[in-house]
């Protein structure tokens, strides 16, 4: 039974990312709409020299491929690219995940609005956990490694994720949902939200939010420094929306200002940007099988 529907999901899946779905004008509104606020707030926030605008208008060859990845999610092909990349594989095995295992712990959470928080803290608690593995497992930091190698920050930089990784961070994400059931992005309030937040920590404010940036919510400041080049604040900041995972786990570190960001001995921006996904999936199967590449 599992493994007939296992089927059937990875197909319509497959159907759903092959573009048979229909292209929704509301997905390309909500990208477009989200990506203006910010842009505003930063220029408003920093001026028109270091704008994330201005970076992208110079075009050099870190924020064309910020806007390549942005283009692939308004056009509505990355998840098409990341299936044809990964054979399908991680997808055809989060739907045996999915139909093996659903406890749907959170129905047992009657009142609406604790069961929203629940299932949010534990999404967040997921991403956290999440992004720690793609630090630390070495393979898969060569896949992330490529979110870190942009040399400046131009909002589009959250879309900056190697199709790969995006495709193998489905096994964890799918995680929270088996197990608490109704999925967090229903709620459209919180998505808006939370697709602006995660574009401001990728702009050129460097606020660290006082009181809010060091014990509740993650600031551009402290995002800034997840990002940062320099090897003294590797392993910081991992949270995603909030910081207090990084705080109980030991992992927060205070923001400064003017920090350089990027990888050292930095792989892409030098060609193309399809050279930089194969870069990408080079490094992460060298990273497998040589120790210490
Ligand atoms: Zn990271
Ligand atoms: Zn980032």
């Known amino acids: 039974m599992e493994l007939k529907e296992s089927i059937c999901y990875a197909l319509n899946r497959f159907a759903e990312v092959a573009g048979l779905q229909e292209f929704k004008w509301s997905h390309v509104w909500f990208l477009f709409s ?29 924020a ?20 044809v990349l990964t054979f399908g594989i991680a997808y055809f095995l989060v739907g045996i995940i999915q139909n093996a ?13 604790l069961q929203f928080i629940v299932i949010y803290l534990i999404s ?3 991403a956290y956990f999440n992004h720690w593995v793609f630090h630390r497992i070495r393979p898969l930091w060569k896949l992330h490694e490529f ?22 961070k489905r096994f964890i994400d799918v995680l929270p949902f088996v197990i608490v059931g109704a999925p ?20 050129n404010i460097t606020s660290g939010w006082g009181f809010v940036g060091r014990y509740l919510i993650v600031s551009p400041a402290a995002h800034r420094i997840h990002h940062s080049i320099n090897p003294k604040h590797y392993g910081k900041n991992f949270g995603n929306t909030f910081i207090i995972w990084d ?19 930095n792989p892409y921006n030098k060609k193309d940007v399809v050279t930089d996904v194969f870069i990408g999936i080079k490094r992460f199967f060298r990273g497998i099988f040589f120790a210490d590449k």
């Open 64 to 83: 064309r491929n910020d806007l390549f990845y942005w283009l692939t999610e308004i056009g509505n092909i990355f998840n098409l690219i990341a299936f």
């Open 147 to 168: 979110h870190h190698s942009a040399t400046s920050f131009t909002i589009l930089t959250r879309y900056r994720g190697h199709f790969v990784e995006m495709s193998l």
């Open 124 to 126: 967040d608690l997921n």
């Open 101 to 113: 295992v659903h406890f749907e712990l959170g129905l047992f959470i009657t009142i609406p609005i």
């Open 247 to 265: 705080r109980i786990f030991g992992t927060y570190l205070e923001s400064e200002t003017s920090i350089e960001i990027g990888v050292p001995n």
């Open 34 to 62: 989200t990506i203006a606020v910010v842009f505003i707030v930063e220029l408003i926030a920093v001026k028109w020299q270091k704008s994330a605008l201005r970076k992208i208008i110079q075009f050099d060859k870190s």
């Open 184 to 203: 967090i992005q229903t709620y459209f309030g919180v998505k808006i939200l939370k697709e602006i937040h995660g574009l401001m920590v990728h702009s």
